[in-house]
């Protein structure tokens, strides 16, 4: 009944779909008339808006998974298995860097600790959308630059940026 091509977009972007239904539902309900609906659904659009930003701004991060490999994020640990790649773990802690470069035609993330250890992660390696939320809890760390930073380098042949380094 739906087109294929509509039903994966949908599909990958349907946590920002679900969340801008919830603001608009919200915003009616603040314009139905009195104080105790506009606190209510005002409310509500603020909380339900802020979702959807954050949806918006981790759906680069959602990729079809054509990489090997699996990456888990596991107690404050970034965990990469690699089928052919070495794999590795890096505690967000330690993290000093990261870097995303683009490869044999792939977009990969390059975390490097404090130690002078690097991690290289497939962009589409299963479960590297996980590493959006693992991003959010690194100090000074801009989502929206991350965000866009993904989108180029998919876009170009050979780049590298650095979308992060700890202060201090």
Known sequence: ???PELRDRMGRHAELIVFA?????????????????????????LVAGSLALGALRRTP?????????????VEG??????ATDR?????????VEIRLLR???RA???????????????ADAAGAGALADAFTALPGLDMGAVSAALAQVARQQDAMRTVWRRPG
């Open 61 to 73: 991060f959602r990729r079809a998974v054509a990489a090997p490999g699996l990456v888990e994020i």
């Open 87 to 95: 794999g590795g773990e890096i505690p967000l802690r330690d993290l």
């Open 1 to 3: 009944m739906i087109r």
């Open 21 to 45: 239904a919830l603001t608009l539902a919200a915003l009616w309900l603040a314009l139905r008339g009195g104080w105790f609906f506009a606190v209510v659904g005002g409310g509500g659009a």
């Open 108 to 122: 990969h993330w390059r975390l490097r600790s404090q130690d002078g250890q690097a991690l290289l992660i497939p």
């Open 77 to 82: 640990a970034v965990r990469y298995y690699g």
């Open 103 to 105: 490869l044999e035609g």
